[in-house]
């Protein structure tokens, strides 16, 4: 069953809208004066290595530095840009201060992974990944530090283009990875036919496999289908270090979640990967390894 999503729906968030009940939700115009004035800029969340507890990459989470309401989350913006058609820009505006970002830890001798989200309704747009190729070729990172981020309904949707723009990017050595997966209906067939690198397992099934020990099932075979695919895998919502002993045990690659870090400004990531690799070094031995 394949699930079909309109260009411009962004699966079960739209549905939720503004969480800030406090202001009217925005308007386009404001929406456009925002991008003008460069008001949404990335932070970034750390994810690890399941082995080690390095520091492997960084996910571009968008935000909204608004003048009144302080930092606005992007459930309350994206669904609108995207409704709007606004949602490119605000993609090169996050693209752009990414690279940025990278060159700045570069230059202090890091260099980790960036992951950066993409629209469905993007990607119905013909020359969207030459675009997105011309801005990352004049910042001069290597595409092998850059992995797309595409929910698992937006891959999966047959919208025009969006297997062409996703061939080109990976094509080029980018990474691509299925966002939330296991909340969209993908066929094997389907999973096959779009160059993915990796399977990034949604929060929700981290969750519930954490509290109910059936559940757990449902996560092993999605990272036995990512092993037997070649794909890299990443986990959500890692919260506790018994879900890090969890995932670990489970042989996932990668995690991501509040055990971690969470979100943070650009300047403050440097800093959040040192607080980690602290309190990695003292967690139980047991959960950092089998004993
Ligand atoms: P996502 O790509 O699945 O990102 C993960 C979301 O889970 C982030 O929410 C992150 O802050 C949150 N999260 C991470 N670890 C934990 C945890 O341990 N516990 C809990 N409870 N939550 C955790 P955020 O930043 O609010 O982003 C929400 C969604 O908005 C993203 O989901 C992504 O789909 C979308 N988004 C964010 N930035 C962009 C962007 O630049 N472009 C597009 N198209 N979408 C974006
Ligand atoms: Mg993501
Ligand atoms: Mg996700
Ligand atoms: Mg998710």
């Not at 069953?1 to 800030?20: D, E, F, I, V, Y």
């Not at 460069?38 to 608004?66: D, M, V, Y």
């Not at 036919?193 to 954490?210: G, N, Q, Y």
């Not at 990668?254 to 800093?271: M, S, W």
Request: hydrophobic letters at 40%; proline letters at 6%.
């Amino acid at each position: 069953l394949l699930c079909r999503l309109k260009p411009g729906s962004h699966g079960s968030r739209s549905a939720r809208g503004s969480s800030h009940p406090a202001f009217p939700e925005p308007s386009m115009d404001e929406l456009t004066q925002a991008l003008v004035l460069g008001q949404f800029e990335p932070f970034f969340q750390p994810k690890a290595c399941l082995t080690n507890g390095t520091i492997h990459s960084a996910e571009a989470l968008a935000r909204w530095r608004h003048p009144q309401r302080g930092l606005v989350p992007p459930d309350s913006f994206i669904p609108l840009l995207e409704q709007h058609g606004l949602i490119d820009q605000l993609t090169e505006q996050i693209v752009q201060k990414t690279a940025r970002a990278w060159q700045s830890w570069s230059a202090q001798g890091k260099q980790f992974e960036v992951s950066i989200n993409l629209s469905l309704s993007s990607l119905s747009n013909p020359g969207y990944a030459a675009r997105l190729i011309a801005i990352l070729d004049h910042s001069g990172i290597a595409p092998r530090f850059i992995v797309f981020e595409v929910t698992e309904s937006a891959a999966m949707s047959d919208v025009p283009h969006s297997l062409e723009n996703l061939a080109r990017l990976r094509m080029k050595g980018y990474g691509l990875s299925i966002d939330d997966y296991g909340t969209g209906y993908s066929s094997m067939q389907q999973l096959i036919r779009i160059p993915f690198s990796e399977l990034k397992m949604d929060r929700s099934f981290v969750t519930a496999a954490c509290k109910d020990n059936a559940q757990v099932l449902v996560l092993a075979s999605s990272l036995a289908l990512a092993k037997e695919l070649r794909l890299d895998s990443v986990a959500e919502g890692i919260e506790s270090a018994s879900d890090w002993r969890l995932l670990r045990r489970l042989e996932c690659r990668y995690a991501q979640g509040y055990l971690i870090g969470k979100p943070v400004p650009q300047a403050e990531f440097l800093d959040s990967v040192a607080g980690w690799s602290e309190a990695y070094a003292n967690l139980p031995h047991d959960v950092r390894a089998d004993a």
